[in-house]
């Protein structure tokens, strides 16, 4: 299993960023996916998480309405859309997997949100 992120940036509040993460190694479609975020001294928290099918979603209250997650199952990529983000979005993005009792982390990508 591999899973890779992309699309981390610096970017200014109120600015928007969409991270990919391409996975591999799998049967992607049958798996739910998430994103988990660590903020430099706190705990990695999960900030959102899609279905195998795509139809359902799951968000921290943090970033209802700001942040959307998608997946195209064709493309093997699972995406985060991240529109007005806030200095407190700062953090290291991760995608995951639980493939059975196995879990599996991409290794993750910087986003920075600051003026």
């Known amino acids: 299993v591999q899973l890779v992120e992309s699309g981390g940036d610096l970017v200014q509040p109120g600015g928007s960023l969409r991270l990919s993460c391409a996975a591999s190694?799998?049967?992607?479609?049958?798996?739910?996916m998430s994103w988990y975020r660590q903020a430099p001294g706190k705990e990695r928290e999960s900030v959102a998480t899609?279905?195998?099918?795509?139809?359902?979603?799951d968000y921290v209250d943090s970033v209802k309405g700001r942040f959307t997650i998608s997946r195209d199952n064709a493309k093997n990529t699972v995406y985060l859309q991240m529109n007005y983000l806030r200095p407190d979005d700062t953090a290291v993005y991760y995608c995951?997997?639980?493939?059975?009792?196995?879990?599996?982390w991409g290794q993750g990508t910087q986003v920075t949100v600051s003026s």
């Open positions: 899609i279905r195998s099918s795509g139809t359902s979603t």
């Open positions: 190694g799998f049967a992607f479609s049958a798996y739910a």
């Open positions: 995951y997997v639980q493939n059975g009792s196995d879990e599996y």
